[in-house]
């Protein structure tokens, strides 16, 4: 398995509070990924990552900004949490070697409360 | 902006038996590739199998084949000689291959009984 790993597992915070959500892979990926899961909505990308400092928005991007100083670390930030971001949060890496087969967190589950 | 579609929000099968689970994906792109994962209740996901839609002879992994349709824009994951251990949600995904933009479908919540 891909080492990625993601911290906090799980976090209960408060609506106005913000968050900061970190992905560490040991794969030397080029690519990384934040997604939130919710019910009846499988997986939603909300920014990803192609190389240090090189970011993208997804599908669900309001509300959330990432940043990658280093290869190995991704981090989502929620500068204002609100309710509506109460979710799972997954993160994932790969590369082209992997023929883009991406490699995923454990999941971390938030509360905003 | 690319989409997936499952139809099946779930689906059930008999132990040893198979199952085909569908997916339909809406996308002007031609470079991309599409993906079946698994989510068993531990909530890991885990690939099951890929194709790259330049290719044209369809993906298989054991158990598990793809009838990949591109003109159809379909992609079907077949699961052949069910087993308990395969009872988790399967989501189907497309990936733009020129900005590596992945999407996925809401998903199928497969069970296996015995």
């Excluded at chain 1, 990552?49 to 991007?61: A, F, Q």
């Excluded at chain 1, 949490?81 to 949060?89: D, G, L």
């Excluded at chain 2, 003109?71 to 079907?76: D, E, G, N, T």
């Amino acid at each position: 398995d891909a080492g990625i790993t993601q911290s906090p597992r799980h976090k209960v915070t408060e609506t106005g509070t913000p968050v900061t959500l970190r992905c560490h892979q040991t794969e030397n990926h080029r690519y990384m990924y934040w997604y939130r899961q919710d019910p009846g909505h499988g997986l939603r990308l909300i920014h990803y990552s192609y190389g240090v400092k090189d970011t993208d928005k997804g599908e669900v991007s309001d509300g959330y900004s990432v940043s990658r100083s280093k290869t190995e670390d991704f981090l989502l930030t929620l500068e204002s949490a609100t309710s509506s971001q109460t979710s799972v949060y997954f993160c994932a890496s790969g590369n082209d070697l992997t023929y883009n087969e991406q490699f995923f967190g454990p999941g971390t589950r938030l509360t905003v409360l | 902006a690319q989409t997936v579609t499952q139809s099946q929000p779930e689906m059930s099968v008999q132990e040893a038996e198979t199952v085909t689970l569908s997916c339909t994906y809406d996308t002007s792109e031609n470079n991309y590739y599409l993906f079946w994962y698994k989510q068993p209740p531990s909530r890991q996901m885990i690939l099951v199998i890929r194709q790259e839609a330049y290719k044209q002879q369809n993906a298989t992994e054991n158990r598990f084949s793809v009838n990949f349709q591109k003109a159809a824009k379909s992609f079907s994951l077949k699961i052949s000689d069910s087993q308990l251990g395969d009872t988790a949600m399967y989501f189907c995904a497309f990936m733009n291959r020129n900005n590596n933009d992945m999407r996925f479908g809401a998903g199928t919540r497969l069970t296996v009984k015995p």
